[in-house]
Each structure stands twice: as C-alpha cells, then as structure tokens.
C-alpha cells in the first residue's frame, strides 16, 4: 500500500480478487484459477459460465452454472475439487458467516431460497412474479438471521400472504429461517440497494423511478 513494493506477475488472467489471505482468484476466458500472491500453486477451479460468489470464510466457492436449468455448483479454493452442485438456480450472496448462501430460482415465479451450506437443507422465503432472467440484490445482516432486497409484489410462501407493490420496487426484509417477511418501505417511487450498516440496525437504500426512467436519487 505504501507504492514502495515493486509490482510482482503472478499468472495470466482479467478480474483478479482474494479468495483468502494466500490465494488469488483469476478468469483467463472461461476458466478459473487460483494462485498464490507468490506465482505459485497455481491451480485449476474449472468452467465459469456465469457469476461467482467469492467466500467469506477463504475456503470454498460459489460457481454459476448458466445450465439450463442454471445451478450452482461449490469449488474449493485450493484447488482440491469439487464440492459438487448445491442447488438449481442464480446465487444472489454468502452469509457473512459463510454458512448458507440466498438463491433466486425460476420455477413459473422468482423464488427466494435460502441454502445451508453444511445440510443442503433449502428455506423458501418469498416469490414474485419479476421478469425471468432477473437477478435482484440480497444484502445480508452482519448478523447473517435477516436477507433484505427490493422486488415488485411478492407471497411470503410460510403463511401464503401477498404484498401488493407500492407502485414499483419496495423495501423488504425476511428471516432467513423463513419466520417471518415484513416490507419496510412501500412508496410510490422505487426503493433500490439494501446494504446494511456495519451494526444492524439501519439498511441504506435509493430511491427513484423506474430503472428505464431514471429521474435522480
């Protein structure tokens, strides 16, 4: 960080990133790799298709697969191997502990589906009728008990319960053991982003028009 470091080459790819304190993630095309800050250990991770989903605990990796049907298949970071396919669907991010991963499925409606990472076990949270293909941000508490995102109308699937939209997207948040779905906020205007405050007790969000008609935040 001081500039007094020469820079060192450590293998061929674009879109460098950690995935621990010892191990670098790079694409060259579709392929994956991880390296060491040093050049060496290079090893292979396999296909990329589509997104991947850096892990907070260093050790495994989230792959999407476009498929169809896309899935998602978990890799281990040092090049160990596969962990094989954890579910069907789009990943939308890890809990900050590492232990489950939020999941958009397509099945006639955009379902919001919650992995363990350890049980394979899958909580169904809400659906909506967003377009297909659609991928919405999930912004996980500190905490990793509550998922909160931006969608259009949407069922809580535990108790069968609709909410109709406010005119556009509105402010959600759900346990992540599916006990419970409230709206935070439902205006006219259209909420965006869902990043939480380092202490939990405040989610930052924009709002605006529709994306197409963008009129200020």
Known sequence: MSGEEAPRYVGQGSFPGWATNDRILLRDGNSLYSVRPDGSGLADLGKAEGDLFGPPNGQILALGHLGPPPSIELVATDGSGSLGTLTTGR??????????????????????????????????????????????????????????????????????????????????????DGSEVRRLVGTPRWEYGCPWTPDGTRIIFAQGGPPEKDDGY
């Not at 589906?113 to 297909?132: C, F, K, M, N």
């Open 91 to 176: 990943s939308a991010g890890w809990s900050p502990d590492g232990s489950k991963l939020a999941v958009y499925r397509d099945d006639g409606e955009r379902t919001l589906v919650i992995v363990d990472i350890e049980t394979r076990a899958e909580v169904a949270l809400v659906s909506t009728s967003y377009e297909e293909d659609s991928r919405l941000p999930v912004c996980w508490s500190p905490d990793s008990q509550w998922v909160a995102f931006s969608v259009a109308e949407l069922t809580d699937l535990a108790r069968n319960e609709r909410f109709s939209d406010g005119g556009g997207w509105d402010l959600y948040v759900a346990r992540a």
